[in-house]
């Protein structure tokens, strides 16, 4: 699926009339995958840096994202159209864990079910919380409640916490995650269209063009973490980090606690922004500056690229004029068992190239980037597959997303 030229899109349906069908450049793979054995605990600790992708799940419609309860054996994935499947000792069961089809809106290339969180508690209270666009154009962030260990989830234990209206179906956002300090973080885009027309990237009267953070353990129907710089002033109180255009995937260190936030370009450059644990507040910048470039004056004309603003740099920006990449893909930073020898290194990629990359945050800067892609067939990689989201099961081990082929893979040393 091309990406528009004037609207950095993260591309995301491409569905295929019969769902989960692969593209012909990768038809030869079909055969050779072969679905593994039940996932994590699976694997003796094994070292070195080579990577090689290990099918876990196929004919899947759409995935998106992967994760699961800390501990827990299963793996849940999300289908774009609306629906989480669970995967239990290798097998992906055909009944749903929860189906939103009727609720969900996935008609645009970024709408749709697009996140998963289960609550640090969730072996006690059941509890998690998806984040999706919704069929009267809003970024819904929704609450269930299930049997910890059962394979379905009812769902008419919805409960809506946040209803944020949005008419475009691009700029979604679509992460929810829980940080080490029991917090719900969450991820909103700019509003949609170009150019941030809508003028939220600067706005702090708006939830758009930010990460938000939460206690959803308080408060009704949450509570606001007494840290977040707008608790009681200032701007929307849930604010954590602002001046985002595209926050599609971020995430948490659970050793450490620092945020990565892959922030999706116009068409210049790509950003992965970083907040050291600790620090709130920090505004990225869109749209005065995309990437190191100065972009445009906020709306009110009164701030400009010339002028001293609290921005903070991207620890990386990626100029996607030159090298294939046009919609990055926030990952994460390992910390499983598996790959000892990768501890600590962040994993991101990009959707248009296909490509898995690692690099290392020192002083804030990005340091030791690598492309690290294994060859799935002679010059193919996942740039056919489309690499939609990276994810990590309740054992730390990663997994990526192919879009397109309908497939999850799970991240190995040869």
């Known amino acids: 699926?091309?990406?528009?030229?004037?609207?950095?899109?993260?591309?995301?349906?491409?569905?295929?009339?019969?769902?989960?069908?692969?593209?012909?450049?990768?038809?030869?793979?079909?055969?050779?995958?072969?679905?593994?054995?039940?996932?994590?605990p699976y694997c003796t600790s094994k070292p070195g840096t080579t990577l090689k992708l290990t099918a876990v799940a196929t004919g899947l419609?759409?995935?998106?994202w992967v994760t699961a309860p800390a501990g827990d054996n299963r793996v849940f994935i999300l289908e774009q159209p609306g629906v989480i499947r669970v995967m239990?000792?290798?097998?992906?069961?055909?009944?749903?864990?929860?189906?939103?089809?009727?609720?969900?809106?996935?008609?645009?290339?970024?709408?749709g079910l697009l996140g998963l969180a289960f609550h640090p508690q969730f072996a006690q209270n059941g509890k998690f919380y998806v984040h999706y666009t919704s069929n009267d154009a809003q970024l819904v962030i929704a609450e269930f409640t299930a049997t910890p260990s059962a394979d379905t989830a009812p769902v008419a234990s919805a409960r809506t916490l946040m209803a944020v209206p949005h008419n475009y179906d691009n700029h979604n956002g679509g992460t929810v995650a829980f940080g080490p300090d029991g917090f719900l973080y969450i991820s909103m885009g700019d509003g949609g269209g170009a150019d941030n027309f809508l003028g939220n990237g600067q706005n702090p009267q708006s939830k758009l063009a930010k990460v938000l953070r939460i206690d959803v353990d308080t408060g009704s129907p949450y509570g606001i973490p007494p840290g977040n710089p707008w608790a009681t002033s200032g701007g929307v109180p849930e604010m954590f980090a602002w001046g985002l255009r595209n926050p599609y995937r971020f995430s948490i260190d659970p050793a450490t606690g620092d945020v990565y936030i892959g922030d999706v370009g116009q068409g210049t450059y790509e950003e992965l922004d970083y907040v050291p644990h600790g620090t709130v507040g920090l505004n990225f910048g869109w749209a005065v500056f995309e990437g190191p470039m100065c972009f445009t004056a906020d709306p009110d004309g009164d701030e400009g690229c010339d002028m001293p603003a609290p921005y903070r740099a991207a620890a990386l920006a990626i100029d996607r004029r030159s090298n294939g990449e046009n919609s990055i893909v926030g990952g994460h930073v390992y910390r499983g068992?598996?790959?000892?020898?990768?501890?600590?290194?962040?994993?991101?990629?990009d959707y248009g190239a296909g490509r898995i990359k690692t690099l290392k945050i020192e002083g804030g800067v990005a340091v030791g980037e690598q492309d690290?892609?294994?060859?799935?067939?002679?010059?193919?990689?996942?740039?056919?597959?489309?690499?939609?989201?990276?994810?990590?099961?309740g054992f730390g081990e990663l997994y990526v997303t192919a879009h397109?082929?309908?497939r999850v893979y799970r991240i190995e040393v040869e």
């Open 1 to 40: 699926m091309p990406v528009r030229s004037t609207v950095s899109t993260l591309a995301l349906l491409a569905v295929a009339a019969c769902g989960g069908s692969s593209s012909s450049s990768d038809a030869g793979l079909v055969d050779a995958l072969v679905v593994d054995a039940p996932p994590a």
């Open 61 to 64: 419609r759409d995935p998106v």
């Open 88 to 111: 239990r000792d290798g097998s992906l069961s055909p009944t749903p864990y929860l189906d939103l089809q009727d609720r969900v809106n996935a008609t645009g290339d970024e709408q």
């Open 337 to 349: 068992a598996c790959m000892p020898d990768l501890d600590g290194t962040y994993f991101f990629g």
């Open 372 to 393: 690290r892609t294994p060859d799935l067939d002679p010059g193919g990689n996942l740039v056919y597959q489309q690499l939609s989201s990276f994810g990590v099961d």
């Open 404 to 406: 397109e082929s309908g």
